[in-house]
């Protein structure tokens, strides 16, 4: 954690230096710290802060995996000529118990097209996830499970 809030204070001293306040500079500016914290790693012994950095952007090329895979998915089902579809919603037991875990996969999952979360129960145990074709509800429980839910458990435990 140390080594992310020095990246971020490097981040807004290079904004300052550079005098340009905008998010596109801040975020080469995290990405340059990020890079000359990672020539010093040796002398800074946080080893833990980059397999993090690591399962996050796993993460995040996941999402884009899935935002591309399901994008193509829809696309298929909408220009078909016959509409073969059975939308439906399931129940996905949450492996996941934070808030914030549980926050990341209801979002993750609405921002995929196709696939929306409505609600969680009130124990948080279960997460309502609507789907255009929940023809094979267990398939697309399998997938979020070995998919969001596992990276997710992975970058942030």
Do not use: Q
Request: proline share 4%; glycine share 6%; with cysteine.
């Amino acid at each position: 954690m140390t080594t992310y809030i020095l990246n971020v204070i490097l981040a807004v001293v290079w904004v300052a230096i550079t005098g340009s306040a905008t998010l596109l500079n801040f975020v080469f500016g995290f990405f340059l710290s990020a890079a000359a914290l990672w020539v010093v790693r040796g002398e800074m012994a946080t080893p833990g802060y980059w397999g993090r950095l690591r399962r996050v952007l796993s993460l995040l090329a996941l999402f884009f995996k899935e935002l591309s895979l399901s994008a193509y998915r829809v696309a298929v089902m909408v220009f078909s000529p016959r509409l073969d579809l059975k939308p439906g919603i399931f129940a996905y037991p949450l492996t996941v118990d934070r808030d914030f875990e549980i926050t990341l996969l209801a979002n993750l999952i609405t921002l995929t097209p196709g696939t929306l979360s409505v609600d969680v129960s009130p124990d948080r145990k279960t997460l309502y996830v609507h789907t255009l074709d929940c023809s094979d509800a267990d398939a697309t429980r399998r997938d979020i499970a070995d998919g969001f839910e596992r990276k997710i458990l992975e970058a942030f435990r």
